[in-house]
């Protein structure tokens, strides 16, 4: 202990000694941080990689797989001056508009944010009913929640985030929604009882008419479904992570391990793209990033969304002479007879 004192006195000494010295290069070094820290308006692209999905999805009495599903990601940092700058100089990071992502000029990044995490779990959510779907086991809707998601009219007291509850007293599902507002008439006010940071409160909003003379509130929402499962399953990604492009790589995760017989026959599967509940896969963006992503993590086989993502893949894995087969993946049960021909 007096050991451990003394070390400190030593090094409260020496920072006086160099501070009493050198206090102006300590300064100009506080600004320099302060000025390369700084936001921007950018997020910086800094590379792709995969990770087995496996670490994210736990199956009660899972099957177990000889090879891996892996999910292709990209990683993606706010931006600050120092990435910026550093995005010109290193040919490797790209940066992309924070603006890009808005739905509306006067979102801000918590808006983007938020619709980002609620797409991870929409995605993981459709994933989930589709594999159980498809495996045969047992899966019942539990409950439903709806999120606004963007909000198209400034000044709109309704907000990105909040949850709606009821329209005018009902409570309605995602599809009654759109119906009850299509009985409304320009003018119409109509009372929205929503729940705003654990908290509800009623706001009114008027339906008005667009150009095409359809009848709106000037919002854009998500439904979120839960699930029971028999067997259970539980679903955790990193805090970290976000958006829908996992969805077709956790369903196939989720089905191997419903099931007896292994879609990896030992191989390592990577690949991306979103699924609906129907079983449909969607395109993503940053392919590029994934592929090559999947190319570094020796993966075996990459899925990538039909459509402009399977044509970027296919010229990308020609181009850079790739040593990885490419699938092209249009729905949940394609992919699955195609992974069957392996």
């Known amino acids: 202990m007096i050991k451990?004192?003394?070390?400190?006195?030593?090094?409260?000494?020496?920072?006086?000694?160099?501070?009493?010295?050198?206090?102006?290069?300590?300064?100009?070094?506080?600004?320099i941080a302060i000025v390369c820290f700084m936001p921007v308006n950018y997020y910086v692209i800094v590379g792709g990689g995969i990770s087995d999905i496996a670490s994210r999805v736990e199956?009660?009495?899972a099957y177990k797989a000889k090879g891996s599903l892996n999910i292709s990601y990209v990683t993606e940092a706010d931006g600050t001056l120092l990435t910026y700058v550093l995005s010109y100089i290193i040919p490797s990071w790209e940066k992309a508009s924070i603006n890009d992502y808005k739905y509306t000029d006067y979102e801000n990044k918590d808006d983007i944010n938020f619709r980002n995490e609620l797409n991870l779990k929409v995605a993981s959510s459709s994933a989930l009913n589709v594999a159980y779907q498809a495996a045969g086991k047992e899966?019942?809707?539990?409950?439903?929640?709806?999120?606004?998601?963007?909000?198209?009219?400034?000044?709109?007291?309704?907000?990105?985030?909040?949850?709606?509850?009821?329209?005018?007293?009902?409570?309605l599902s995602s599809n009654e929604y759109r119906q009850y507002i299509s009985t409304k008439q320009k003018g119409d006010i109509i009372k929205f009882k929503v729940k705003r940071n654990n908290k509800e409160k009623e706001i009114d909003a008027e339906v008005y008419e667009d150009k095409k003379g359809n009848l709106l509130?000037?919002?854009?929402?998500?439904?979120l479904r839960e699930y029971k499962t028999n067997p259970v399953t539980?679903?955790?990604?990193?805090?970290?992570?976000?958006g829908p492009s996992g969805g077709l790589m956790t369903s196939l995760s989720i089905y191997n391990q419903l099931v007896k017989k292994d879609i990896t026959k030992g191989l390592k599967i990577a690949g991306t793209g979103t699924i609906d509940e129907s079983g449909n896969i969607g395109e993503i963006g940053g392919i590029e990033y994934k592929i090559l992503g999947a190319a570094k993590g020796k993966?075996?086989?990459?899925?990538?969304?039909?459509?402009?993502?399977?044509?970027?893949?296919k010229k990308i894995i020609k181009n850079k002479n790739l040593k990885i087969k490419l699938i092209e993946g249009k729905n949940f049960k394609q992919v699955l007879n195609e992974l069957e021909k392996q």
């Open 4 to 31: 451990l004192k003394r070390v400190f006195e030593e090094l409260k000494q020496s920072f006086i000694e160099l501070y009493k010295y050198d206090f102006k290069f300590i300064i100009i070094l506080f600004f």
């Open 59 to 61: 199956v009660e009495n």
């Open 139 to 171: 899966i019942e809707l539990s409950s439903e929640h709806i999120y606004i998601v963007a909000v198209n009219k400034e000044d709109s007291k309704l907000k990105v985030g909040d949850e709606i509850l009821s329209l005018d007293n009902q409570q």
């Open 217 to 223: 509130v000037g919002i854009y929402f998500s439904t």
């Open 234 to 242: 539980k679903i955790k990604f990193h805090s970290d992570e976000s």
């Open 299 to 313: 993966a075996d086989i990459f899925i990538a969304p039909t459509g402009s993502n399977y044509q970027d893949a």
